[in-house]
């Protein structure tokens, strides 16, 4: 089993940064596929942006430019660094992580991300 335990959420105004941390553990296999995704209320849970083992990088187009997405294999952990934030970046940030070998998906419990006009 694979635990992912997210931080780094809060309250920011717009314009502001935040930085985003998911770290896993558990039985977890080499090659795997990290991200964040968002869910804001009355809105399906939405692609931000996923890293592989290898470093290849996919974002969504609203945050292309501002958001930045890097792991440490090492450490399993994953980081999500948000600049220039904007009122519609609000949501709930849930990490991912998709195993290459088996296809499991594995889900943290989400951190707030609230951005002030």
């Known amino acids: 089993q694979v635990q992912l335990v997210e931080s780094g959420g809060g309250l920011v105004q717009a314009g502001g940064s935040l930085r985003l941390s998911c770290a896993a553990s558990?039985?977890?296999?080499?090659?795997?596929?990290m991200g964040w995704y968002r869910q804001a209320p009355g809105k399906q849970r939405e692609l931000v942006a996923r890293?592989?083992?290898?470093?290849?990088?996919d974002y969504a187009d609203s945050v292309k430019g501002r958001f930045t997405i890097s792991r440490h294999n090492a450490k399993n952990t994953v980081y999500l660094q948000m600049d220039s934030l904007k009122p519609e970046d609000t949501a709930n940030y849930y990490c991912?992580?998709?195993?290459?070998?088996?296809?499991?998906?594995?889900w943290g419990q989400g951190t707030q991300v609230t951005v002030s006009s």
């Open positions: 991912n992580l998709l195993e290459g070998t088996t296809g499991s998906a594995y």
């Open positions: 558990g039985s977890i296999f080499s090659i795997n596929t």
């Open positions: 890293i592989t083992t290898f470093g290849s990088t």
